[in-house]
């Protein structure tokens, strides 16, 4: 026996509870706008609430209210762009701190040493120490740089950072699961094109109906507010990568970071290993720096010197 099916409208399910099933396996099963959580009558091509086109809804969608998200069935409020923004903001005084107390270490013995290069008195051993302490700390780039990355990815694996953690967001997948390795080095990667052209990408959350900042729409994420009882993670294990375009994106992420550390590698080979070779170098761009603000010794032409010719009050004057 089979029941038919509901055709009583839904109210929103509380954010973060399971959605309860809609309609039966027999009959046709309602469907809701994804943006403004109406319900979709017949077979429409556009949500007669807010005019969305609905034709890549998928039947027996659960009903999600506006600013909202369902997902894996559960319904999460989405972040607003402010939250974000702070979220950003506070992961920025974090990391500059972490950065500015790893200078410190690293360049005060390097300024030290170049201490009696700059005042002009500096002997062979001088440029030598120089050198030395010049190759300690470029000693330190390569490695910084992988775990730069390896941080910054790991985040994004878990959708989690010091912001998010204090404002109460995280970042969850189309599926319900966390952004895992696929879809966090997508949304790694997209943050790179989000900030290339004014921030454009991440101010598009400010108006997109799903909230979502272009690198969102690369991965298939979407950035939630976290409900008192914490997410509602799916039973079922996660897998690798739901969309082509995140497998796309995070191939576009190994190539980067293949580029940076060549990059990397390259600009370390570069620096001067020994006192002879730091001198030769300094001295070829103080040579470049003069060429570049030399003046030109040649005379500019000028053209024949005009007399001023006194007028006739001042001739009568005389």
């Known amino acids: 026996m089979t029941m038919p099916p509901d055709?009583?409208?839904?109210?929103?399910?509380?954010?973060?509870?399971?959605?309860?099933?809609?309609?039966?396996?027999?009959?046709?099963?309602?469907?809701?706008?994804?943006?403004?959580?109406?319900a979709l009558p017949g077979n429409p091509r556009f949500c007669p609430s807010c005019g969305t086109e609905v034709g890549s809804v998928a039947a027996?969608?659960?009903?999600?209210?506006?600013?909202?998200v369902a997902v894996a069935g559960t319904v999460y409020e989405l972040s607003g762009w402010w939250r974000r923004f702070f979220a950003v903001f506070i992961d920025g005084i974090v990391i500059s701190f972490a950065f500015a107390a790893l200078a410190i270490t690293v360049l005060v013995p390097v300024?030290?040493?170049?201490?009696?290069?700059?005042?002009?008195?500096?002997?062979d051993a001088d440029w030598d120490a120089a050198a030395a302490a010049l190759q300690?700390?470029?000693a330190w780039f390569l490695p910084l740089t992988l775990v730069s990355a390896a941080?910054?990815?790991?985040?994004?694996?878990y959708g989690w950072s010091f912001g998010k953690a204090a404002l109460g967001i995280r970042v969850v997948r189309g599926d319900g699961h966390r952004p895992g390795l696929v879809h966090g080095?997508?949304?790694?990667?997209?943050?790179?094109?989000?900030?290339?052209?004014?921030?454009?990408?991440?101010?598009?959350?400010a108006w997109d109906p799903k909230r979502q900042a272009w690198h969102d729409k690369f991965a298939d994420t979407y950035v939630v507010r976290v409900p008192s009882g914490g997410l509602v993670v799916p039973p079922t294990s996660a897998p690798l990568s739901t969309t082509t375009a995140a497998k796309i994106w995070a191939g576009l992420w190994v190539l980067s970071m293949a580029y940076n550390v060549l990059s990397a590698s390259q600009f370390t080979g570069q620096i001067p290993r020994t006192g002879v070779e730091?001198?030769?170098?300094?001295e070829e761009l103080e040579a470049d720096f003069e060429s570049d603000f030399q003046l030109d010794p040649t005379p500019v032409p000028r053209g024949p010197r005009i007399e001023a010719v006194p007028s006739s009050d001042a001739v009568s004057r005389l």
């Open 136 to 138: 300690g700390a470029v």
């Open 7 to 38: 055709d009583t409208p839904r109210e929103p399910a509380p954010f973060g509870a399971p959605t309860p099933p809609i309609g039966a396996a027999s009959g046709p099963a309602h469907r809701f706008c994804a943006v403004c959580g109406a």
């Open 111 to 123: 300024l030290g040493a170049f201490t009696p290069i700059f005042e002009g008195e500096a002997l």
């Open 60 to 68: 027996g969608a659960p009903l999600a209210p506006r600013g909202s």
């Open 278 to 282: 730091l001198r030769t170098a300094i």
């Open 185 to 205: 080095a997508a949304r790694s990667v997209g943050k790179s094109v989000s900030g290339a052209i004014l921030f454009i990408g991440y101010l598009w959350a």
């Open 151 to 157: 941080l910054g990815l790991a985040f994004e694996v």
